[in-house]
């Protein structure tokens, strides 16, 4: 189950930077470690998210086909990306991760979002249709997804027992992909892509400079227009003899 060498990953990086303010956001994203976390029957898919743009279904159709039945923990490794699992009454919670990130975080994401599914939908996930749980559950994953991932955010406490107690028996393992028409599958990740809240926030604060520039000019343009009507109103007193216009009126009588 799962042996052979790891296959080369590439990873797809924009290099292009807009601003200063786009150069730290993308900094920010890249610093997220869990990347994708699928909650599944065998190879049904029941939710998902993902947090960068990749073929993470494509790589994970083929990890879930991959895992036994029975209630197990394994990490398999992927070039420089590990995928963590827990198999639990047929229902698997797999994650995606760098291969510099704590084991131990990983698994305590996956403990979390096991407890989480389990609470909400109980038997229910044995029946369900594809992807049935995923407009609920997805935002649960997002959620747990970026807090373990902040290492602020983490229990260490909680953390360490996993690693004392869980990860003795936890195995690492290389893996073999193998697309459909027979070469090797290459897990393909663009972090650029998708900057989750940090794009969002950059994208609110840009709209709101440019509403704020926007009145800016428009106040610049009022002012402008008052005091060429001012200057005009000057002119016109000068030439019809005071600022009662008494000349002009006069003569237009």
Known sequence: MGDGVATKVHIRTDGRRESEASTRVESRAVAMAILFAVVARGTTILAKHAWCGGNFLEVTEQILAKIPSENNKLTYSHGSY??????????????????DFERSRAFSFLSEVKKRFQTTYGSRAQTALPYAMNSEFSS???????HHSD??????VTET????????GIMVRNIDLVAQRGEKLELLIDKTENLVDSSVTFKTTSRNLARAMCMKNLKLTIVIVLVCLVVLYIIVSAACGGLTWHSCVKSGD
């Open 82 to 99: 590990l995928f963590h699992y827990i198999c639990h009454d047929r229902i698997i919670y797999l994650c995606i991760t760098d291969d």
């Open 140 to 146: 649960t994953l997002a959620a747990q997804m970026k």
């Open 151 to 156: 290492p602020r955010g983490s229990d260490r």
């Open 161 to 168: 027992q996993m690693q004392v107690d869980d990860l003795k």
